[in-house]
């Protein structure tokens, strides 16, 4: 079992950054890939990055590419998604997510979510 919770939303204006992070509450954080989601209201959930069990590899949604960064510190069993260059259209519910798997954007372990609202 693996508890997420996310942290670091708010209000941002458009262009500026923020830096999300996600803490778990295992003692296995190695042993899970770790993702980045993003829920609009009214839209579908977004896969928007995914990291390997250790950060070697990484793959992004076409929409975030360039803009995000998402990587990991396993001593600190963190996973943080930087985001810059942020716009409006970027305003949702910010999730992450674990498992021991990697690369299917299928993850079994979620975390509540933090805010991000981005004025224009």
């Known amino acids: 079992q693996v508890q997420l919770v996310e942290s670091g939303g708010g209000l941002v204006q458009a262009g500026g950054s923020l830096r999300l992070s996600c803490a778990a509450s295992?003692?296995?954080?190695?042993?899970?890939?770790m993702g980045w989601f993003r829920q609009a209201p009214g839209k579908e959930r977004e896969f928007l990055a995914g990291i390997s069990w250790r950060g070697r590899s990484t793959y992004y949604a076409d929409s975030v590419k360039g803009r995000f960064t998402i990587s990991r510190d396993n001593a600190k069993k963190t996973v943080y998604l930087q985001m810059n260059s942020l716009k409006a259209e970027d305003t949702a519910v910010y999730y992450c997510?674990?498992?021991?798997?990697?690369?299917?954007?299928?993850?079994?372990?979620w975390g509540q979510g933090t805010q991000v609202t981005v004025s224009s």
């Open positions: 295992t003692r296995t954080f190695s042993n899970y890939s």
């Open positions: 997510a674990a498992d021991p798997d990697y690369g299917s954007r299928v993850y079994a372990y």
